[in-house]
């Protein structure tokens, strides 16, 4: 039974994609029959893994159903989709009912993939909706007839689970989930092993060094912190727990860098093509935004694993890189990311980009098959170690691998079109019911007018949201009830919508629901508290960047100086993240005590705020402590190795 679903998922996975695929090249159909058949689609998907994944007869049954009456609900649409959209704001009691059904299975879904909070939160959405002209006259919600309520989050196919952001979810996302699915399993990322053993053996922590690097690649274009966790983890934690790393720091590594994908361009997060449409800009203006964060991510990441390594006594492990599959099969992940830059960067559609990506992707796979039997003696034994196969076996291998791509990509992009469907019933709910404005209010009662104060309650907001929602549930909650408070404080909403995005993603590795560092625990066998401690402790610098991206656009590439004002800026902003990852893992030259660690983390404040238009008086405070405390780690240093016999 369980490997007829398996079948049957596979087959679904690849004619889904397929289908999507096709929609780029020829448009047949109207967007909301396409937003109906990639919703209905997700479902079934979502409901035929749940009876894959179940232990029992039923539950297996139960993953079944939800399957069928997802199909069901795709066929009612399909076939009164003239009705429908005629009807809309006045549906009759059959259609209200379907519309019912909807709802409860994308909240299913979304419980099923995502874990019970966004669910219950879009719930309590609906509710309000439904129920809130029964509050008193500041909390309330004006009254709307149930089935008005029921055609504006579902059956009228314009608004809440069908629209704009089903629309992205379909158009955009989508096709670069497949893309993602495929770099993992036609093996793209061996390279990237390859290449953190390159870099890793040139500093100290080696494979911990490795992990930033390959799993930053990674996240580049999976753009998903836990599936990336699950993709390079599987090697890069048992890799650092042999190199001396304890499996709560293995884990925590591996999480905090797997995190970074989400801002890191071209692909990012799912919530990055949501803000492109809240912000009513092109997806590669964010992409161009993200490019100097997420550099200054993974060199804050970076930065506090060479100081952790060198306190842990880890020093620079010599590595055996293997520069033929380096050179192999790095093209995998180069020529594809090229072709989707060129295209993005020549405003072609997201979607025609991911498709030519995709494609390009799959031919050079095809071809390298060929191109190994092709090459230098030499190279072989690296390339087969087994021996190389018959022509027609490696080609099959590479298909089924093709196929696996497909399938895992279609998965993974019916869970984000659940949980899509569920952040479309909030957005609507928050708009129509005014539910974010006491909110909004407590907000701007708390924070006094002060910019910084209401900047600091929506970072508290979006991590504690985010304790228990994807990051797209977190990052849209949080810009409907904080956004327009903080605007009005004088913060530019381009700005603050990427702020929000950052604490978003960080969600997922604060605890104390940490998505990211779940399955790097299991795989880890670690602690998941300790890991979670540990994986806060290595984002210090990560909670403090955004503020700078707020005060100072030039980060963000808005409003930039020219060359040598945007070096020096750079260069001090680097300096900050190593003053900061010394602070916090107590070590610079040799252990930091207290009151080193002390002066370092005013030195790093007090060069925040230089950056943030403080005035020249904090640079130079910052500059003598951080001078002070090398000057005297120094000549420590010098004194301890004195003592050393010669």
Request: with cysteine.
């Amino acid at each position: 039974m369980q490997s007829a679903i398996a079948r049957l998922i596979t087959a679904l996975g690849v004619a889904f994609v397929l289908f999507h695929m096709t929609l780029t090249q020829v448009s047949f159909m109207g967007t909301v029959h396409v937003q109906n058949i990639h919703l209905g689609a997700s479902l079934i998907l979502v409901g035929l893994l749940t009876a894959a994944e179940a232990r029992s007869r039923r539950w297996r049954a139960y993953g079944v159903v939800l399957a069928l009456l997802g199909l069901g609900a795709m066929l009612y649409v399909a076939l009164r989709y003239d009705i429908l959209i005629n009807a809309q704001g006045f549906p009759k009691p059959v259609d209200v009912a379907i519309g019912l059904l909807i709802l409860a299975l994308v909240f299913e879904a979304t419980r099923l993939r995502w874990e019970p909070a966004m669910p219950i939160i879009g719930v309590l959405c609906f509710a309000y909706y439904v129920f809130g002209h029964h509050l008193p006259a500041s909390w309330g919600a004006p009254y709307t007839p149930f089935s008005t309520v029921i055609s504006n989050l579902s059956i009228g196919l314009y608004s809440g689970i069908f629209g704009q952001f089903m629309a992205i979810s379909a158009n955009e996302v989508f096709l670069f989930m497949v893309f993602g699915g495929l770099l993992a399993s036609l093996d793209a990322s061996r390279s990237f092993t390859e290449l953190g053993k390159l870099i890793g053996s040139r500093f100290p922590g080696g494979s911990g060094m490795t992990t930033v690097v390959s799993s930053g690649l990674m996240g580049m274009v999976t753009g998903t912190a836990v599936s990336n966790v699950a993709i390079c983890g599987s090697y890069t934690i048992p890799m650092m727990k042999r190199d001396g790393y304890p499996p709560h720091i293995a884990a925590a590594i591996e999480a905090t860098a797997s995190t970074g994908g989400q801002i890191a361009p071209p692909v990012l997060g799912s919530a990055a093509f949501i803000m492109a449409a809240l912000l009513a800009v092109s997806y590669v203006q964010i992409a161009i935004t993200a490019i100097i964060p997420a550099i200054f991510y993974y060199l804050a990441v970076f930065a506090a694993v060479y100081f952790m390594s060198l306190r842990l006594g880890i020093g620079r492990k010599p590595a055996v890189v293997s520069k033929v599959e380096l050179l192999y099969y790095l093209p995998l992940f180069v020529v594809p990311l090229v072709v989707m830059t060129i295209l993005l960067l020549g405003l072609r559609s997201v979607a025609y980009a991911a498709f030519y990506s995709i494609v390009t992707l799959i031919a050079m796979r095809f071809v390298m098959v060929l191109v190994g039997r092709w090459a230098p003696a030499a190279w072989r034994p690296r390339l087969h170690p087994d021996g190389m196969p018959p022509l027609s076996t490696e080609l099959r291998d590479v298909a089924r691998k093709v196929v696996a791509g497909f399938r895992d990509g279609a998965l993974q992009g019916a869970a984000i079109a659940v949980v899509i469907g569920t952040s479309g019933v909030m957005a609507e709910s928050l708009t129509a019911t005014g539910a974010a404005v006491p909110i909004g209010w407590a907000v701007d009662a708390l924070s006094g007018d002060s910019r910084f104060i209401s900047l600091l309650l929506t970072a508290v907001m979006c991590v504690i949201l985010g304790a228990g929602l994807p990051t797209v549930g977190a990052y849209l909650l949080t810009a409907a009830i904080a956004g327009p408070i903080v605007i009005s404080n004088g913060v530019d909403a381009y700005s603050l919508h990427f702020f929000i995005l950052y604490y978003a993603c960080l969600s997922s590795v604060t605890p104390p629901v940490a998505a990211a560092v779940l399955p790097a625990t299991v795989i880890a066998g670690a602690d998941y508290w300790r890991t979670g401690w540990e994986a806060t402790i290595l984002s210090v610098m990560l909670y403090l960047l955004p503020f700078l991206f707020v005060y100072e656009p030039a980060l963000i590439a808005r409003n930039m100086p020219g060359l040598m004002p945007m070096t020096l800026l750079l260069a001090e902003v680097t300096v900050i993240c190593f003053l900061v990852a010394a602070s916090s893992q107590a070590y610079l030259l040799r252990s930091l005590n207290i009151w080193e660690r002390a002066a370092l983390a005013t030195a790093s404040l007090a060069a925040m705020a230089h950056v943030c238009k403080a005035g020249i008086g904090y640079l130079l405070v910052a500059v003598l402590l951080a001078a002070l405390v090398l000057g005297r780690q120094i000549v420590q240093v010098r004194r301890e190795r004195a003592l050393i016999p010669s």
